[in-house]
């Protein structure tokens, strides 16, 4: 080949000095070359220069000899140097081949391909923009180069880059972000710090609105913000820290809703700083964003509600994510009850509501994190919007379904579960008829609920029930019956309880429908007491533990006459004698002793009205289950003949070690502040007969035991009547001596109630015992 005459117009001399392997021979080619172009400069040659460069390019360059490719290098930094201010017309070719050589082997080579871009770039300035994608990437894989020179020299010439796009009003933002986008994802620890570092200058510039494209970069940092290198995370802290002081300058052009789903994902980090980060950029978004973000509440719940259980070591998390939580719940209001689910919300991007996405915390943000991107090619959000300018759709299937994961999940902590029973309270409050809507596949779960470790939990979840079992809106056509179809008959609206055999209580017919006399319980009040008391007799424990707690409760978020007459209508029917006997005497220690039930029993004390004389004949019935029970209804009552009737109809029954225990206790109970008006009355022995004789039964039936003392002292107190007849007219009218208030009521019925529950109960205790001895047999034979 006849070199000489292929590249010309460089010399023999110069071809040879370009290739030889000596920096300093090369250097004087490169002056020999600068000299050369000048001179096609000055005569305007373009072909010729055009001609240089491609000889330089193609022969030097991406030559196989690796000191040939020096050559070329130094040749086109040369070219460039002595272009000049129209070295822009060359750019790509000068550009191309240098950038192809930071792809070397050698890692020499590699240095003095920076070097030459440096030149090249630092004579074309403003010019090299429109190649700013090609020199970026380059540059962005020189950041993690192993050699330190290389490494070096790089950022020798990222900082001139950088200078010239901070000085210049002509950069292409729109065609850089999605190279931005995709090198963000890096792993490499140099190559992520360059990235930090560019986005920090950028966001630098005045003329540059990078907020704009936030939302295909803010994944990516949150990624970074994650490095085991601290001074990378503290860049990325920064730069995350100033887009956030952009967001609440200026609100107008965030674009939310495109990021709420990177922080849900981002709010479940493992890392800490992470998960502060994305919880407090939750916040700002909450609060700036308003209702715009109701369409994310779930994911939002879905990350937020577990950080509500984190100790002091998350405190700064906790403290975070319990404002969001706040927040996030006075975004729903009464007007999201009224809204038509069936609209579609006017430009804001829909949550996924699959089964999948809501099944687990961990489906969720798989399942938005997939929409984020998908949503890139559908109509965006812009600014801020308030209720008067868009109408956002609440998502409520998807909320429940996440509270209702929260609230089975055993494993999570005590104050998340009072969150999700404040949460669904909030809901049942501000959205009843929505909310009936999951009565049904809640109303399992707030049951079990009730065995919950702590009171505060127990007590948020007994004002849910409350409030769903007298909302209003149970009456409405989306309140169904009972799903298990027990205890009642088909209906299409209300839960019918089927009339009992004998006769009933003369409770009207509302009463047997939902609740005695009182309209502001609905269907599922009735529900709620058949259920309680079922999970009463299945968990004997909770009973014992929590029964009176949750029954004392109840009566104060609810009417105590209510709870009293329907728990008692419904252990009329029960199969399971034995737990029967046991509630009805839990229920009346409760009656006798409560301080919440002070009403209560003074309505039953003195039996003035149709309505209390209703409560106890549905009372009495029940309260047939427990004997002793029963008489301390009728002393309550000052039915004092009556409790005097049933006493002798004990010597019929089948004395226990129970029994005599429960007699015990009722002695205990009539020297209690509660029965001062009952002792008070033993003074009026004319016009208390029977109290004194159903006293002395008592004392009867009791051992000598320490009871019987207590009782038989009290007794010996009772004043000799003649001694009193001169005094009776004054005690009768200044104790209220009770006439026969209650006259209307048939006692002799309620007695043969009592013989007949008592026969049912004996039956049954000689059926357990017949079972008990054949079982005995089998064991011994």
Same mark, same amino acid.
Not at 315 to 340: G, T
Not at 675 to 681: D, G, K, N, S
Not at 721 to 740: D, N, R, S, V, Y
């Given at each position: 080949m006849n070199a000489e005459r292929d590249l010309s117009p460089l010399t023999p001399g110069v071809v040879r000095a370009l290739t030889d392997k000596l920096y300093e021979k090369r250097k004087v080619a490169a002056l020999e070359i600068e000299k050369l172009v000048r001179e096609f400069v000055a005569q305007n040659n373009t072909s010729q220069i055009k001609h240089v460069i491609q000889i330089l390019s193609q022969e030097f360059a991406l030559s196989q000899h690796?000191?040939? =490719?020096k050559g070329g290098l130094i040749g086109l930094a040369a070219c460039s140097i002595a272009l000049g201010k129209d070295s822009g017309l060359y750019l790509k070719e000068l550009i191309e081949p240098v950038l192809t050589c930071f792809n070397d082997a050698d890692s020499r080579l590699r240095y003095y391909a920076c070097e030459a871009l440096y030149n090249i770039v630092k004579v074309a300035r403003g010019s090299v923009l429109p190649h700013f994608n090609v020199l970026f990437d380059g540059l962005s894989k020189l950041a993690a180069d192993p050699d330190p020179n290389v490494k070096s020299g790089s950022e020798l010439l990222d900082r001139l880059l950088k200078d010239i796009v901070t000085e210049s009003n002509q950069f292409d933002l729109v065609g850089f972000i999605p190279l931005l986008r995709e090198r963000i994802y890096s792993n490499n620890q140099y190559a992520r710090q360059f990235i930090i570092s560019w986005i920090l200058v950028l966001e630098s510039v005045p003329d540059i609105n990078l907020l704009d494209y936030l939302p295909e970069i803010l994944d990516g940092l949150f990624q970074i913000l994650g490095d085991n290198s601290k001074e990378i995370r503290k860049m990325c802290e920064v730069a995350l820290g100033e887009f956030l002081k952009e967001i609440k300058k200026n609100p107008s052009s965030v674009k939310f809703a495109e990021m709420a789903n990177i922080l849900v994902i981002h709010c479940q980090a493992a890392d800490d700083l992470i998960q502060l980060t994305a919880m407090c950029w939750m916040r700002e978004f909450i609060q700036l964003a308003g209702r715009v973000m109701l369409p994310y509440s779930s994911g939002i719940l879905t990350a937020v509600l577990p950080c509500l259980s984190y100790d002091d070591r998350k405190k700064s998390i906790l403290e975070v994510a319990n404002v969001c939580n706040q927040s996030l719940m006075k975004l729903v209001i009464p007007e999201d009850d009224e809204m038509d689910e069936a609209k579609p919300s006017v430009t804001i991007p829909a949550e996924p509501t699959s089964e999948e996405s809501i099944s687990k915390p961990e489906a969720v943000t798989t399942g938005e994190c997939q929409l984020v991107w998908a949503s890139r090619g559908v109509r965006k959000v812009r600014g801020i919007f308030s209720r008067d300018r868009i109408q956002v759709t609440l998502n409520l299937d998807g909320i429940v379904q996440v509270l209702d994961y929260h609230l089975s999940d055993t494993a999570i902590g005590m104050m998340t579960r009072i969150a999700v029973l404040k949460w669904l309270y909030h809901l049942y409050i501000k959205t009843p008829r929505k909310m009936f809507r999951h009565t049904d596949s809640l109303f399992p779960i707030l049951l079990r609920t009730l065995s919950d470790e702590s009171d505060e939990v127990i007590l948020k979840d007994l004002e849910l029930l409350a409030e769903i079992a007298s909302s209003p809106a149970g009456q409405t056509e989306e309140a169904h019956g009972p799903s298990d179809g027990s205890d009642v008959r088909p209906g299409p609206v209300e839960l019918h309880v089927p009339a009992r055999a004998g006769q009933l209580s003369s409770s009207s017919t509302k009463g047997l429908e939902c609740s005695p006399s009182t309209p502001t319980m609905n269907s599922y009040f009735y529900k709620f007491m058949i259920n309680l008391l079922k999970r009463f007799s299945s968990e004997r424990k909770l009973l014992e533990t929590r029964g009176a707690f949750i029954i004392r409760q109840l009566c104060l978020l609810l009417n105590a006459e209510n709870i009293f007459h329907s728990m008692a209508d419904i252990l009329l029917r029960e199969e399971?004698?034995?737990?029967?006997?046991?509630?009805?005497? *839990?229920?009346?220690?409760?009656?006798? *002793?409560?301080?919440?039930?002070?009403?209560?029993?003074?309505?039953?004390?003195?039996?003035?009205?149709?309505?209390?004389?209703?409560?106890?004949c549905c009372l009495y019935r029940s309260w047939c289950h427990n004997p002793v029970t029963t008489v301390s209804l009728c002393f309550l009552t000052q039915n004092y003949k009556?409790?005097?009737?049933l006493i002798q109809k004990f010597g019929d029954l089948e004395v226990t070690v129970d029994f005599l225990t429960e007699v015990d206790k009722l002695v205990q109970l009539i020297e209690c502040p509660i029965f001062t008006y009952l002792r008070l009355q033993l003074l009026d022995v004319k016009n208390n007969p029977y109290l004194i004789k159903a006293l002395y039964g008592l004392l009867m039936l009791l051992p000598q035991s320490s009871a019987f003392q207590l009782l038989s002292? =009290?007794?010996?107190?009772?004043?000799?009547?003649?001694?009193?007849?001169?005094?009776?007219?004054?005690?009768?009218?200044?104790?209220? *001596?009770?006439?026969?208030?209650?006259?209307?009521?048939?006692?002799?019925?309620?007695?043969?109630?009592?013989?007949?529950?008592q026969n049912k109960h004996l039956e049954a205790r000689h059926q357990r015992a017949g079972r008990a001895e054949q079982l005995d047999r089998r064991v011994v034979l």
């Amino acid at each position: 080949m006849n070199a000489e005459r292929d590249l010309s117009p460089l010399t023999p001399g110069v071809v040879r000095a370009l290739t030889d392997k000596l920096y300093e021979k090369r250097k004087v080619a490169a002056l020999e070359i600068e000299k050369l172009v000048r001179e096609f400069v000055a005569q305007n040659n373009t072909s010729q220069i055009k001609h240089v460069i491609q000889i330089l390019s193609q022969e030097f360059a991406l030559s196989q000899h690796p000191h040939s =490719r020096k050559g070329g290098l130094i040749g086109l930094a040369a070219c460039s140097i002595a272009l000049g201010k129209d070295s822009g017309l060359y750019l790509k070719e000068l550009i191309e081949p240098v950038l192809t050589c930071f792809n070397d082997a050698d890692s020499r080579l590699r240095y003095y391909a920076c070097e030459a871009l440096y030149n090249i770039v630092k004579v074309a300035r403003g010019s090299v923009l429109p190649h700013f994608n090609v020199l970026f990437d380059g540059l962005s894989k020189l950041a993690a180069d192993p050699d330190p020179n290389v490494k070096s020299g790089s950022e020798l010439l990222d900082r001139l880059l950088k200078d010239i796009v901070t000085e210049s009003n002509q950069f292409d933002l729109v065609g850089f972000i999605p190279l931005l986008r995709e090198r963000i994802y890096s792993n490499n620890q140099y190559a992520r710090q360059f990235i930090i570092s560019w986005i920090l200058v950028l966001e630098s510039v005045p003329d540059i609105n990078l907020l704009d494209y936030l939302p295909e970069i803010l994944d990516g940092l949150f990624q970074i913000l994650g490095d085991n290198s601290k001074e990378i995370r503290k860049m990325c802290e920064v730069a995350l820290g100033e887009f956030l002081k952009e967001i609440k300058k200026n609100p107008s052009s965030v674009k939310f809703a495109e990021m709420a789903n990177i922080l849900v994902i981002h709010c479940q980090a493992a890392d800490d700083l992470i998960q502060l980060t994305a919880m407090c950029w939750m916040r700002e978004f909450i609060q700036l964003a308003g209702r715009v973000m109701l369409p994310y509440s779930s994911g939002i719940l879905t990350a937020v509600l577990p950080c509500l259980s984190y100790d002091d070591r998350k405190k700064s998390i906790l403290e975070v994510a319990n404002v969001c939580n706040q927040s996030l719940m006075k975004l729903v209001i009464p007007e999201d009850d009224e809204m038509d689910e069936a609209k579609p919300s006017v430009t804001i991007p829909a949550e996924p509501t699959s089964e999948e996405s809501i099944s687990k915390p961990e489906a969720v943000t798989t399942g938005e994190c997939q929409l984020v991107w998908a949503s890139r090619g559908v109509r965006k959000v812009r600014g801020i919007f308030s209720r008067d300018r868009i109408q956002v759709t609440l998502n409520l299937d998807g909320i429940v379904q996440v509270l209702d994961y929260h609230l089975s999940d055993t494993a999570i902590g005590m104050m998340t579960r009072i969150a999700v029973l404040k949460w669904l309270y909030h809901l049942y409050i501000k959205t009843p008829r929505k909310m009936f809507r999951h009565t049904d596949s809640l109303f399992p779960i707030l049951l079990r609920t009730l065995s919950d470790e702590s009171d505060e939990v127990i007590l948020k979840d007994l004002e849910l029930l409350a409030e769903i079992a007298s909302s209003p809106a149970g009456q409405t056509e989306e309140a169904h019956g009972p799903s298990d179809g027990s205890d009642v008959r088909p209906g299409p609206v209300e839960l019918h309880v089927p009339a009992r055999a004998g006769q009933l209580s003369s409770s009207s017919t509302k009463g047997l429908e939902c609740s005695p006399s009182t309209p502001t319980m609905n269907s599922y009040f009735y529900k709620f007491m058949i259920n309680l008391l079922k999970r009463f007799s299945s968990e004997r424990k909770l009973l014992e533990t929590r029964g009176a707690f949750i029954i004392r409760q109840l009566c104060l978020l609810l009417n105590a006459e209510n709870i009293f007459h329907s728990m008692a209508d419904i252990l009329l029917r029960e199969e399971d004698l034995k737990f029967a006997s046991t509630m009805v005497h *839990t229920l009346n220690t409760i009656l006798l *002793t409560s301080s919440e039930l002070f009403q209560l029993r003074n309505q039953l004390k003195d039996l003035k009205t149709p309505e209390s004389r209703n409560l106890f004949c549905c009372l009495y019935r029940s309260w047939c289950h427990n004997p002793v029970t029963t008489v301390s209804l009728c002393f309550l009552t000052q039915n004092y003949k009556h409790a005097y009737d049933l006493i002798q109809k004990f010597g019929d029954l089948e004395v226990t070690v129970d029994f005599l225990t429960e007699v015990d206790k009722l002695v205990q109970l009539i020297e209690c502040p509660i029965f001062t008006y009952l002792r008070l009355q033993l003074l009026d022995v004319k016009n208390n007969p029977y109290l004194i004789k159903a006293l002395y039964g008592l004392l009867m039936l009791l051992p000598q035991s320490s009871a019987f003392q207590l009782l038989s002292h =009290r007794l010996q107190c009772v004043p000799n009547p003649e001694l009193m007849q001169t005094t009776w007219l004054c005690l009768g009218a200044a104790l209220g *001596t009770k006439k026969t208030a209650a006259s209307n009521i048939d006692y002799t019925e309620l007695l043969q109630h009592f013989e007949k529950v008592q026969n049912k109960h004996l039956e049954a205790r000689h059926q357990r015992a017949g079972r008990a001895e054949q079982l005995d047999r089998r064991v011994v034979l």
